[in-house]
């Protein structure tokens, strides 16, 4: 009797043990189930306002709109004001936040600093431009334009759980034109006829480098990518027509240094993003 009692007592025993590993096995399959029901929900149910939500960095390609408001320096100081800058972008960004893209600038807005650049050419030694019939300068402009186009590589650090937002630095090269834009309203400047006012735009081109820092805001609502920072150009040129008058034939002249700084912002416009897993973290 003593001896089924114990094997009575084994049986039980073998039966709570078996019960309890049961019900753990089933308690860790539910929570598994829970969270992996979670990781794998659908865009449109996932809740981005969620703390939890940490954002997965992806490969995108964008078209940007951008507008800069730049200060010359160097050479392009000396002939002109501030100026108003916009263009369009492109842009590829890869799952490690690399970038590489294309960009292009056109430049307006520059007001002539000192119209006594003109003066023994356009104007006389006082400063006073004659037309065709004698009387003082009355309908003509003058203002500096300038473009330019380039390529860009560059890396998007994330500061927060938004992966694909971030620091953005970037660097670039690319080919830059600048000119004096004289217009001749009513005809009457014989000066400006045909080919001669070539002879007064002092229009330089050259090799050109440019740099950005500023921050990438990105999110999964397409209408709210932008980014914003800093910029700067550095520019070597020289006159490229034949002759500048006042200054003579262009051929042996040195390449001189100009130099841009500005405040640069940008709209994005998504055209891909590969869909990534939404990840949770959970204390």
């Known amino acids: 009797m003593k001896m089924f009692s114990k094997y009575s007592s084994g049986l039980a025993v073998r039966h709570r043990a078996l019960q309890v590993s049961l019900f753990t096995l089933l308690l860790a399959a539910a929570t598994f189930g829970t969270l992996s029901a979670q990781r794998s929900r659908p865009v449109y149910m996932t809740d981005f306002s969620d703390k939890n939500y940490v954002d997965t960095a992806a490969p995108m390609i964008w078209i940007d709109a951008h507008f800069s408001y730049h200060m010359p320096v160097g050479v392009l100081r000396t002939y002109f004001k501030n100026n108003f800058c916009i263009g369009p972008g492109f842009t590829f960004k890869s799952k490690s936040n690399w970038t590489i893209g294309a960009t292009f600038g056109y430049m307006f807005g520059a007001n002539i600093r000192d119209v006594s650049i003109f003066n023994g050419t ?162």
Not at 261 to 271: F, R, V
């Open 122 to 283: 356009l104007a006389n030694n006082e400063g006073i431009i004659v037309d065709g019939n004698g009387l003082r300068e009355n309908g003509i402009s003058c203002e500096g334009r300038y473009w330019t186009l380039g390529a860009e590589v560059g890396k998007i650090i994330p500061v927060d759980r938004w992966k694909n937002s971030g620091i953005w630095v970037k660097v670039g090269a690319g080919y830059f034109r600048h000119k004096m834009k004289i217009d001749d309203y009513g005809h009457q400047f014989p000066q400006l006829d045909g080919d001669y006012a070539k002879g007064y735009d002092r229009r330089s081109s050259g090799f050109a480098l440019n740099e950005f820092v500023g921050y990438q805001f990105v999110r999964k609502n397409r209408m709210l990518n932008f980014y914003v920072g800093l910029e700067f150009h550095q520019m070597w040129t020289k006159p490229d027509r034949n002759y500048v008058f006042f200054e003579g034939p262009t051929k042996d002249m040195p390449l001189k240094f100009s130099g841009l700084i500005g405040i640069k912002a940008g709209w994005n416009i998504p055209l891909y993003e590969r869909r990534s897993v939404t990840t949770y973290y959970y204390r």
